[in-house]
């Protein structure tokens, strides 16, 4: 089971762009008390931050070469714009900008803000795995009076940014799924929005209902545009088992450094290990030499359901620059074993690995993810900074024009082959 909760509401980034506000020193808020953070208190959080980050974070270099962002060599500027916060909303953006600055979207405070979403998902996944325990530990290494402080902050501040809209359907109401089918083509289409692990249950016969009728077309179109993940198993236990009539293997191999946090939260990561040369792909980044990487190739079977038959038409997985994490995954795995033809435009990566790390920080209670391995693709380049490249690139405007360039696509080969 992979927890790979990704932003479904706010993100974040857009912290990136605020303008200074005027906030009161003092906060109050319904039913919470806390004391306010001396300035001592947020600058020892905030280095207790840059040390765990040091040791364990692998996208520093990535962070430098795509972005131009050399973080580390910046940290006394952000120390500086931590001291100059006037109160605790204030360190709340700082913070979050801070972390946006890594450019990495499975590095944030997301598990602060929704606590009981993460604190719930992982309590319930270590009761039947024990190696999901570590988190439910970090998570419990601050409590909900101060969780409750820093979530009614954020709400605080995206409700004076006016980016919370109140008029917004909840997940329970959001229509997950859209199918169609288009008989001229003898195409089987399903838009699949989100991987949410909310959506696993109530999508599941729906799936399935739709993946046996899609036996029946030539071509079958998974549209995954905008999605940016949620868990993997999704799409493993619910997708890829009902196209298949044998198991499927796909590997991924990983690069994270020797760190403590690493071996607490991943610890079979340091049993059989590999060395850099033993991996033996050919464009993996130039920070993987120096030693302070080790390598874990990971291999995962996935299984057909009982008298499943398989797929033998074209199946084609649409994706978009929003495609991540887990939504990631799934065109890594279809490029990766040619399962699929991947068809659209670059993704947006990171979808190679595990769950991200959490750290707590000490004086605040604020409790931030990042990623703890650097996944890398075939050709051992990092997933994370050249994302996956389709197999046809589509260029359009939006994901509809996008669709219908592929189906225009799938008309011309049937016009070919008359």
Request: net charge positive; glycine share 4%.
């Given at each position: 089971?992979?927890?790979?909760?990704?932003?479904?509401?706010?993100?974040?980034?857009?912290?990136?762009?605020?303008?200074?506000?005027?906030?009161?020193?003092?906060?109050?808020?319904?039913?919470?008390?806390?004391?306010?953070?001396?300035?001592?208190?947020?600058?020892?959080?905030?280095?207790?931050?840059?040390?765990?980050?040091?040791?364990?974070?692998?996208?520093?270099?990535?962070?430098?070469?795509?972005?131009?962002?050399?973080?580390?060599?910046?940290?006394?500027?952000?120390?500086?714009?931590?001291?100059?916060?006037?109160?605790?909303?204030?360190?709340?953006?700082?913070?979050?900008?801070?972390?946006?600055?890594?450019?990495?979207?499975?590095?944030?405070?997301?598990?602060?803000?929704?606590?009981?979403?993460?604190?719930?998902?992982?309590?319930?996944?270590?009761?039947?795995?024990?190696?999901?325990?570590?988190?439910?530990?970090?998570?419990?290494?601050?409590?909900?009076?101060?969780?409750?402080?820093?979530?009614?902050?954020?709400?605080?501040?995206?409700?004076?940014?006016?980016?919370?809209?109140?008029?917004?359907?909840?997940?329970?109401?959001?229509?997950?799924?859209?199918?169609?089918?288009?008989?001229?083509?003898?195409?089987?289409?399903?838009?699949?929005?989100?991987?949410?692990?909310?959506?696993?249950?109530?999508?599941?016969?729906?799936?399935?209902?739709?993946?046996?009728?899609?036996?029946?077309?030539?071509?079958?179109?998974?549209?995954?545009?905008?999605?940016?993940?949620?868990?993997?198993?999704?799409?493993?236990?619910?997708?890829?088992?009902?196209?298949?009539?044998?198991?499927?293997?796909?590997?991924?191999?990983?690069?994270?450094?020797?760190?403590?946090?690493?071996?607490?939260?991943?610890?079979?990561?340091?049993?059989?290990?590999?060395?850099?040369?033993?991996?033996?792909?050919?464009?993996?980044?130039?920070?993987?030499?120096?030693?302070?990487?080790?390598?874990?190739?990971?291999?995962?079977?996935?299984?057909?359901?009982?008298?499943?038959?398989?797929?033998?038409?074209?199946?084609?997985?649409?994706?978009?620059?929003?495609?991540?994490?887990?939504?990631?995954?799934?065109a890594y795995f279809c490029k990766s074993t040619?399962?699929?033809?991947?068809?659209?435009?670059?993704?947006?990566?990171?979808?190679?690995?595990?769950?991200?790390?959490?750290?707590?920080?000490?004086?605040?209670?604020?409790?931030?993810?990042?990623?703890?391995?650097?996944?890398?693709?075939?050709?051992?380049s990092a997933n994370d900074e050249?994302?996956?490249?389709?197999?046809?690139?589509?260029?359009?405007?939006?994901?509809?024009?996008?669709?219908?360039?592929?189906?225009?696509?799938?008309?011309?080969?049937?016009?070919?082959?008359?």
């Amino acid at each position: 089971m992979k927890l790979k909760t990704q932003k479904k509401y706010i993100n974040n980034k857009f912290f990136l762009v605020i303008i200074p506000l005027m906030f009161y020193t003092t906060l109050t808020f319904s039913q919470v008390a806390v004391k306010v953070l001396t300035t001592k208190e947020k600058t020892l959080d905030f280095n207790y931050l840059v040390k765990e980050l040091e040791k364990s974070y692998p996208y520093f270099d990535i962070n430098k070469r795509v972005n131009q962002v050399d973080w580390l060599s910046k940290k006394e500027e952000y120390q500086q714009k931590i001291k100059e916060t006037k109160n605790d909303k204030d360190f709340f953006l700082a913070l979050t900008s801070i972390l946006n600055s890594l450019n990495n979207d499975h590095t944030d405070t997301y598990p602060t803000v929704i606590y009981n979403y993460f604190y719930n998902a992982y309590k319930g996944a270590s009761d039947q795995d024990s190696s999901y325990l570590p988190y439910v530990q970090e998570l419990e290494k601050t409590n909900t009076i101060r969780t409750k402080y820093w979530t009614e902050i954020n709400s605080t501040i995206l409700s004076e940014l006016k980016v919370i809209d109140n008029n917004k359907p909840n997940l329970e109401t959001i229509k997950n799924i859209e199918i169609d089918f288009k008989n001229s083509l003898s195409v089987a289409l399903i838009h699949i929005k989100s991987f949410s692990y909310d959506y696993l249950e109530n999508d599941s016969k729906k799936l399935k209902h739709f993946l046996e009728k899609a036996h029946n077309y030539k071509n079958l179109v998974i549209d995954i545009q905008g999605n940016d993940g949620g868990d993997t198993e999704y799409w493993m236990g619910n997708i890829i088992p009902y196209l298949i009539n044998d198991t499927i293997t796909f590997s991924a191999t990983y690069g994270f450094k020797r760190s403590d946090r690493l071996k607490k939260f991943k610890p079979d990561y340091f049993e059989n290990t590999i060395t850099y040369d033993e991996v033996g792909l050919p464009n993996m980044p130039k920070e993987l030499k120096n030693g302070s990487y080790l390598f874990r190739k990971e291999n995962t079977i996935i299984n057909p359901i009982s008298n499943s038959r398989k797929y033998s038409g074209n199946i084609y997985l649409l994706v978009d620059d929003v495609v991540f994490s887990s939504a990631e995954t799934l065109a890594y795995f279809c490029k990766s074993t040619k399962f699929a033809t991947v068809v659209g435009e670059k993704t947006n990566g990171d979808g190679v690995g595990t769950d991200p790390l959490l750290l707590t920080l000490p004086k605040s209670g604020i409790v931030i993810r990042f990623s703890g391995e650097m996944g890398l693709n075939p050709d051992g380049s990092a997933n994370d900074e050249t994302k996956t490249v389709p197999d046809i690139i589509i260029k359009a405007k939006n994901k509809k024009e996008r669709l219908n360039k592929l189906l225009l696509l799938i008309e011309s080969k049937i016009t070919m082959n008359r």
